[in-house]
Structure formats: C-alpha cells, structure tokens
T-cell receptor
Framework: KNEVEQSPQNLTAQEGEFITINCSYS?????LHWLQQHPGGGIVSLFM???GKKKHGRLIATINIQEKHSSLHITASHPRDSAVYIC?????????????FGKGTKLSVKP | NAGVMQNPRHLVRRRGQEARLRCSPM?????VYWYRQLPEEGLKFMVY????????ESGMPKERFSAEFPKEGPSILRIQQVVRGDSAAYFC?????????????FGEGSRLTVL
C-alpha cells in the first residue's frame, strides 16, 4: 500500500510569493497527479506526470522518481490560487483512475 | 456546458433510504470513475466503469453500494439503506479512451447528507 504524504498541510502566503507544495510517496508509482479543489468543492486536474517536469502558466510540477517525491510550484501567487492542492498517485498495474490521494494542502493567498 | 455533469448537487436522505447519484461524462468519454470524500478526509477511489462494464470496483464497500454505466444514459452510483457514515461528497470523473494522457475531468460533486 502506498502512503502519500503532503506538506505543508496549510500554507498562507502573500500575493506575489513563490509557493512550493510537496508530495512524497512510499512505493514506486506509474503516474502522479496534481489536482486543485476550490472552496465549494469542484476539482480540476492540473497535471499528470510520470517523469521530469511540466509547466502550465504560473504552475510548475516536478517529479523525482528515485526520491519518490514531487513538488508543485506556483510563481507570482494570486488570491485566486487559494484552494486545496491534492497529490494523487497511480500504482504500477493499477487501473486508470484508481488513485491513492494525499490529504491535501490548503493554500490561502492574501492580497 | 460540455463538462462532467453530476446531479443532484445536494441530496438529503434519512437513514434507511436509498440515494442515487448520477454522472454524465464529457462528450466522447467512455470511462467513468467514482470517488468519495468523507468530511475532513482525503478522496478515495471507489469504482471504474466503461460502458456496460465494471472494470475495477476494488474501492467499493462490499454491501449497499453499486454502480452502473449503461449503454445509454448517465452512470449511476446507488447507495441502499443509507447510514450516517455515508454522508460525504461523491465525485465523478471521466476520461477518453486512454492512449494515454491520463488526464481526468472531474464533476462538481454530489454532496450527500444522511439525517
């Protein structure tokens, strides 16, 4: 069974700050997802990655397979980035969508 | 709106009643996944379906819960004889046939409250 740990649990930042959210897992995986859940609850998929780095706008996700660690970075943070960010992993051989989720990191960006 | 549609958004049931949650995937998507988010807990995978087939139900509770994705119409998650512990947000996601980008598209969720 894979344990998915996120840190920090809560994060408060000032607008414009560079933000890093971390995710570590205990067993090898085939893919890792980063998700965003806004107040009110809707979930948006931000990234799926199995190696290296991906960038979309102000968001960057990296993964280090050897270290079993991924990071989500937000550059020039904005109050609209306030949300819960969730890391989820898929086990090798696991069916699509059968993910193990972290408990999330609650981000609050103050103006 | 071509996104994943879930309804109802909010559902209140008394203990012992049945709850039916519906999920219409994005147009062109043939794979549907259901997840449960208990209060103050993380998301948990429940079931993965393709049209008329259950592919992976390893996360489904053994009793009272069932899911289907018929040839026509939405996917349905059915909870019989609900108990207070079933109160949660239930999310559906869909994806196209996987080549594979692996991206999932989520609905807004259905929030079940059991009185």
């Amino acid at each position: 069974k894979n344990e998915v740990e996120q840190s920090p649990q809560n994060l408060t930042a000032q607008e414009g700050e560079f933000i890093t959210i971390n995710c570590s897992y205990s067993v090898g995986i085939s893919a890792l997802h980063w998700l965003q859940q806004h107040p009110g609850g809707g979930i948006v998929s931000l990234f799926m990655l199995s190696s290296g780095k991906k960038k979309h706008g102000r968001l960057i996700a990296t993964i280090n397979i050897q270290e079993k660690h991924s990071s989500l970075h937000i550059t020039a943070s904005h109050p609209r980035d306030s949300a819960v960010y969730i890391c989820a992993v898929r086990m090798p051989g696991g069916s699509q969508g059968n993910l193990i989720f972290g408990k999330g990191t609650k981000l609050s960006v103050k103006p | 709106n071509a996104g994943v549609m879930q309804n109802p958004r909010h559902l209140v049931r008394r203990r012992g009643q049945e709850a039916r949650l519906r999920c219409s995937p994005m147009k062109g998507h043939s794979h549907v996944y259901w997840y449960r988010q208990l209060p103050e807990e993380g998301l948990k995978f429940m079931v993965y379906l393709q049209k008329e087939n259950i592919i992976d139900e390893s996360g489904m509770p053994k009793e009272r819960f069932s899911a289907e994705f018929p040839k026509e119409g939405p996917s349905i998650l059915r909870i019989q004889q609900v108990v207070r512990g079933d109160s949660a947000a239930y999310f559906c996601a869909s994806s196209p046939y996987m080549k594979n980008t692996g991206e999932l598209f989520f609905g807004e969720g259905s929030r079940l409250t059991v009185l």
